[in-house]
């Protein structure tokens, strides 16, 4: 049999997904500072030390490349074609979440970024090695997820209308609610709770209630998962 040799090297990517009402859905990039790729733009990344886990390694590059940390980031999937880097054989095991954009503006590109930014999904750059795949990847993940599991807590205010999240949902998705259903499927699951108040007035429009999460009931669903479709 013959000895095939092989030196591969295990890198880790962080496909950070922002929300916020103003702005929509919108992802962490990078600028990348070098070659391969210098000046294009790319989901924060890199090589896994020898001394460190996969998940100890994309939260110290997503510190390192943009200046932000994550608390919680899972797992996606690896993505290992031999083509994919042109410097070597890399096989990369990409990471997501989904943060409240607004309090992660703060962004602080080091190391080989030199840049970090915000960009909508709708409107992303050419993207370095095989990250647009990645990308994708990520997008239908988040989308398929939002189906199964309650998400918003983090993203919206503590108190909210249910436009709020209405408007949440239909970003993530990228499509319309039917308003009516939406409202009946989200109210079913008990985790939402009216606050007894009304929201501000703007402009001609009736005050709507206000709701808030609540957090137990939210948990144990976050905990066992739902399935709904909108």
């Not at 924060?44 to 997503?62: I, K, M, W, Y």
């Not at 290992?80 to 880097?85: A, I, K, Q, S, V």
């Not at 409240?100 to 090695?129: C, G, H, M, R, V």
Request: aromatic share 12%; charged share 30%.
């Amino acid at each position: 049999m013959q000895n095939r040799s092989s030196n591969i090297k295990v890198a880790v990517d962080a496909i950070v997904f922002g929300y916020s009402k103003q702005d929509g859905v919108s992802v962490l990039l990078i600028q990348r500072k070098y070659e391969p790729f210098k000046n294009s733009w790319a989901i924060p990344g890199g090589f896994v030390t020898d001394n460190e886990s996969l998940e100890e390694a994309v939260h110290r590059e997503l510190m390192e490349e943009t200046g932000i940390e994550v608390n919680y980031l899972e797992q996606l999937y690896t993505f290992g074609e031999p083509d994919r880097d042109p410097r070597q054989r890399v096989i990369s095991v990409a990471y997501f979440g989904l943060v409240k954009s607004t309090q992660f503006q703060q962004l602080k590109a080091s190391t080989d970024a030199e840049d970090a930014k915000w960009f909508s999904i709708k409107k992303l750059p050419a993207l370095a090695f095989d990250h647009k795949q990645i990308l994708q990847v990520a997008i239908e993940r988040l989308r398929a997820k939002v189906r199964y599991q309650p998400i918003g807590f983090e993203l919206l205010d503590k108190k909210f209308p249910f436009s709020d999240l209405e408007k949440l949902y239909a970003a993530l998705l990228d499509k319309e609610l039917n308003r009516r259903n939406f409202s009946k499927k989200i109210l079913s699951f008990e985790f939402l709770e009216e606050t007894g108040e009304l929201s501000k007035s703007e402009g001609k429009g009736r005050p709507s209630k206000m709701y808030q999460f609540n957090q137990k009931r939210y948990n144990k669903l976050l905990k066992e998962g739902f399935h709904f479709e909108i």
